[in-house]
C-alpha cells in the first residue's frame, strides 16, 4: 500500500500544479509521426531494448513514455492491442500505473532529500542502480518490464555509468525508456545503444486546442497568447498560465532586449524573485532559452547573417542556468551573469 500513495505524498518535478500527472494523461496531443513509429515497432514484435524520447520541457515525453509502457504491461510487443497503443483508462494496468503501483514498472527520477523533504538536484546513481535488482526479478503476468528515466538530464556522470552497464546487457522483455529534454549533452554511449523518438513543437493552434479542454475558463486571446509564448510546448503554457509564469516569459524578453545596457537594480531583484518561487529558477532558464532560439529562428528565417554569437550565447545561458541548479549556486549571481553574455552578444548586433 505504500507504494500506492507515494505519487500524492512525494513532490514531482514533472507535475504542474492543478494539472494531473503525466502517469495519469491518455491523450497525447499531436507526435502521430513518432506514435506511429513506436506503434509499428511494438504491435510488430521487435520494440527495441531502449528509446531515447528527445524534445523541449513540456512536450509530452513522459506522455507517451508512459502510453507504450501501458500497452506493453496490457498487451506485451504484440498487435492484440490498438493500433495506436491506447490502454482503457479503467484497465487494470492503467489503474496500477496511475497509482504507481505496477509491479513491473519503475520510475527512475530525482529522489527526495529525507531531510529538507525537497527533491535533490540530481538523479543519483543510488536510483539508477535499482535497475539491476528490477530487471533482475521474476517478470509479472504479462511477462514484461519497464523503466522510465525520467530525466536523463538530471544524472551525474556516476549514474550515467550505472545506466550505461544496464544498456550494455540488456535483459529479455525489458524496455528503457530515456527522456531527455537535451539528448546532445547525454554521453554519446548511451545515445548509440537507444532508438531515438524526436518529439517536435506543438503548433500553436494544437497547444490552443489542449488549453481550451485544460483550462476551459480562459478567452480565446489569452490562449493564444499563451501558446504563442509556449514555444510548442502545453507544459511550458500551463506553467505560464499559474502563478509567476507569464511575468517570468515576459522578464525573459526583456532581459534579451535589454542586453546591450542592462539594469543591475532589476536583475538582482528579479533573481531575488526566483528564489522565494518552486523549481524559480528552472522556469525562468527555460523561458530565457526558448526566447533566445524563438528570436534566433527568426533572424535566420529573413536572412539575417551573424548569428554564431548569439548562438554560442544561447548555449552558455543554457549551460549556467543547469550548473546553477545543480550546484546550489546564488541566484542572482546566474541571472547577473546570464544578462553579461547576452551582453557580450549584442555586441555584434541586436536580437
Known amino acids: 500500500m505504500a507504494r500506492r500513495s507515494e505519487p500524492e505524498n512525494l513532490p514531482e518535478a514533472d507535475r504542474i500544479e492543478g494539472q ?199 478567452d480565446d486571446d489569452e490562449r493564444a497568447s499563451l501558446a504563442r509564448l509556449s514555444a510548442g510546448s502545453i507544459g511550458t503554457a500551463l506553467v505560464l498560465a499559474a502563478g509567476e509564469g507569464v511575468a517570468f516569459a515576459r522578464e525573459a524578453d526583456r532581459l534579451i532586449e535589454k542586453a546591450p545596457h542592462p539594469d543591475v537594480p532589476a536583475l538582482l531583484s528579479l533573481g531575488d524573485k526566483l528564489s522565494r518561487v518552486t523549481d524559480g529558477l528552472e522556469i525562468f532558464g527555460t523561458f530565457l532559452a526558448n526566447a533566445l532560439s524563438d528570436r534566433i529562428r527568426a533572424k535566420g528565417a529573413s536572412g539575417v547573417a551573424g548569428l554564431d554569437c548569439w548562438i554560442e550565447a544561447s548555449e552558455k545561458v543554457r549551460s549556467k542556468f543547469g550548473r546553477s541548479s545543480a550546484l546550489y549556486l546564488d541566484l542572482r549571481q546566474t541571472v547577473l551573469s546570464a544578462a553579461m553574455t547576452l551582453g557580450e552578444a549584442s555586441r555584434h548586433g541586436a536580437l
Open 20 to 218: 494531473p500527472h503525466p502517469r495519469e494523461v491518455h491523450d497525447l496531443t499531436g507526435h502521430r509521426e513518432a506514435l506511429a513509429r513506436a506503434a509499428r515497432a511494438i504491435r510488430g514484435g521487435r520494440p527495441p531494448q531502449a528509446w531515447l524520447i528527445t524534445g523541449p520541457q513540456g512536450i509530452g515525453k513522459a506522455t507517451l513514455a508512459y502510453r507504450i509502457a501501458r500497452y506493453l504491461l496490457r498487451f506485451g510487443a504484440t498487435a492484440e492491442g490498438p493500433e495506436d497503443l491506447a490502454t482503457a483508462p479503467k484497465d487494470p494496468v492503467s489503474q496500477q500505473v496511475t497509482a504507481g503501483a505496477h509491479p513491473g514498472l519503475l520510475v527512475l527520477r530525482r529522489a527526495v532529500n529525507e531531510r529538507t523533504g525537497k527533491l535533490m538536484n540530481v538523479l543519483s546513481v543510488e536510483e539508477v542502480r535499482k535497475l539491476s535488482s528490477f530487471f533482475g526479478m521474476t517478470s509479472g503476468a504479462g511477462g514484461w518490464r519497464i523503466a522510465i528515466i525520467d530525466t536523463a538530464d538530471d544524472m551525474n556522470d556516476a549514474a550515467a555509468n550505472a545506466l550505461l552497464k544496464t544498456l550494455e546487457e540488456p535483459p529479455a522483455r525489458a524496455m528503457i525508456l530515456v527522456l531527455s529534454h537535451n539528448p546532445g549533452r547525454l554521453v554519446s554511449t548511451i545515445r548509440s545503444r537507444c532508438q531515438r523518438i524526436d518529439l517536435r513543437p506543438l503548433s500553436d493552434a494544437e497547444v490552443e486546442a489542449a488549453l481550451k479542454q485544460k483550462l476551459p475558463d480562459l
